[in-house]
């Protein structure tokens, strides 16, 4: 019952934050730039009230649990095991030009190992769920991954080019439909739902996978380090697949 409550409560947090983010989705934004790890990234003033917004639902309930968000960093440490990541709005540049796709990721970890996940797309109304060893859910329908065993036939998602060009440069001729449309924790939950074959992940920023990537895996696909071991909140290099490709996609990647 209290994973159950959990998880109601994460969806609650997310709903909050897509009340203020799909309402301003075609109205003009206050843009800003942040400057993180040297790179320039775009933010809107939606960002920082929708993470404000889950932030509320999970502090009344969880206010001994620590948090990380993409706009408000960590907050000071507690003792508690339990860590919140959060990315308010995944897929900002998008919604910012008015290109409908973009997402709300919301995980909980204890000592790192992420135990429930949710990644909610307002504007199709999309909510995937999981939480750890109880499978991974559409709008409260299961799902699970595709069933392509060819690198030819696969759809591949990649994040920003100029991260990955050198990783995947092994792949362009072996991967007819290798794309990048810049909202990762939706096109990962794409994986898991099956639409898509797989996702090869370049980041720093853990609130922007821990979700997505519990969701595969609890869909039946494959998540690890591009040397093949096990993923964390601490990971960088990722590959996410459906399995029977990962094998097949981590020898290409590894040969550099």
């Known amino acids: 019952m209290f994973k159950m409550n959990m998880l109601n409560i994460a969806i609650k947090a997310v709903k909050e934050a897509a009340k203020i983010s799909l ?3 075609t109205k ?16 809107t003033d939606i960002d920082l009230k929708a993470e404000k917004a889950i932030k509320a639902v999970l502090k009344k309930h969880f206010p001994d649990h620590n948090f990380l968000g993409e706009e408000q960093g960590k907050e000071s440490q507690k003792s508690s095991d339990f860590l919140w990541l959060i990315d308010p709005l995944d897929g900002t540049v998008n919604y910012c030009r008015d290109i409908k796709l973009y997402g709300i990721s919301l995980a909980l970890a204890k000592k790192k190992d992420v135990i429930l996940g949710v990644v909610y797309n307002p504007l199709t109304n999309e909510l995937f769920t999981a939480q750890k060893g109880q499978g991974a859910f559409l709008n409260n329908q299961k799902i699970k991954v595709s069933s392509q065993k060819e690198l030819s036939n696969s759809v591949i998602y990649t994040t920003e080019l100029y991260k990955t060009i050198n990783i995947i440069k092994n792949l362009i001729f072996k991967l007819k439909n290798l794309r990048i449309t810049s ?7 794409l994986v898991a739902c099956g639409r898509t074959d797989g996702f090869i992940k370049v980041t720093t920023n853990p609130w922007g996978f821990a979700a997505a990537n519990l969701i595969v895996k609890e869909a039946g696909g494959k998540v690890t380090n591009f040397n093949g071991s096990k993923w964390n909140i601490d990971s960088t290099k990722m590959l996410i697949t459906n399995d029977i490709l990962h094998n ?3 020898k290409l990647l590894n040969k550099l």
Request: neutral net charge.
């Open 23 to 25: 309402p301003a989705f």
């Open 28 to 43: 003009k934004k206050n843009i800003s730039y942040k400057n993180k790890e040297g790179e320039e990234e775009i933010v």
């Open 183 to 189: 909202s990762a924790a939706y096109e990962t939950c």
């Open 248 to 250: 097949k996609i981590l």
